[in-house]
């Protein structure tokens, strides 16, 4: 298995884990947007967002930069890449197990059939 950074993956799920942070990062996935445009679609104060837009920054999520006045977002997937592999190595772990539980199943009820039709 890949060895991943606990405290990087810590913040990415917890970043992950709030609905507005990730309303922002489906929003931030169409390009890049200003603080005020996120803000516009949540009943929050600027503030608000701005420690939502803080906690991702953290996890690595996004890239703010300053133009002026303005202050404009972006999506940096990278951390999503790790988090996403990461979920992937259990998943496949999942599956194998599955698929001998369901082979162990399939036999066992073949062999309950054959050992019923012979005592028949």
Not at 52 to 68: C, F, N, P
Not at 71 to 76: A, E, G, M, S, T
């Amino acid at each position: 298995m890949v060895k991943y950074s606990d405290a990087n993956l810590d913040a990415v799920f917890a970043a992950l884990a709030d609905p507005t942070r990730r309303a922002i990062l489906a929003r931030l996935s169409s390009g890049e947007a200003r603080v005020t445009e996120l803000a516009q679609p949540f009943a929050m104060s600027l503030p608000a967002i701005t420690k939502h837009l803080g906690v991702l920054e953290r996890a690595g999520l996004i890239s703010r930069e300053k133009d002026g006045r303005l202050r404009r977002c972006h999506l940096d997937a990278g951390p999503l890449r790790e988090a996403c592999s990461w979920i992937e190595h259990y998943r496949q772990f999942w599956e194998t197990r599955l698929d001998a539980l369901s082979q162990y199943l399939e036999e066992n009820e073949s062999k309950e059939e054959s050992d019923g039709n012979s005592t028949g």
